[in-house]
C-alpha cells in the first residue's frame, strides 16, 4: 500500500509513476518516465542532438548543453 504515497510523476508529461512502465528520479521532482525517454532518444537520433544535463549535488539543473551535430 505504500505505492500510493509516492509522488513521482514524470517532470516532462506529468504522468503518475502508477500510469508508466518505469520512471527515472534524479530527485522526487526531476523524473522521467520511460515514454519521455524513448521519445528523447528519438528526437536526439532524429535531430543528432546531444543534451548533456548537468546535475547539481542536491539534484538541480546546473545546465543543458545541447550541442548539434553537423554529420
Ligand atoms: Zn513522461
Not at 24 to 45: G, M, R, S
Not at 63 to 71: C, M, P
Amino acid at each position: 500500500m505504500c505505492s500510493k504515497d509516492l509522488k513521482y510523476s514524470c517532470t516532462f508529461c506529468g504522468k503518475h509513476h502508477s500510469e508508466v512502465e518505469n520512471i527515472y528520479c534524479a530527485t522526487e521532482h526531476k523524473c522521467i518516465c520511460d515514454e519521455c525517454l524513448e521519445l528523447c532518444n528519438e528526437i536526439a537520433k532524429n535531430r543528432e542532438i546531444t543534451i548533456k544535463v548537468d546535475l547539481g549535488e542536491d539534484g538541480s539543473i546546473k545546465s543543458v548543453e545541447k550541442s548539434y551535430n553537423a554529420g
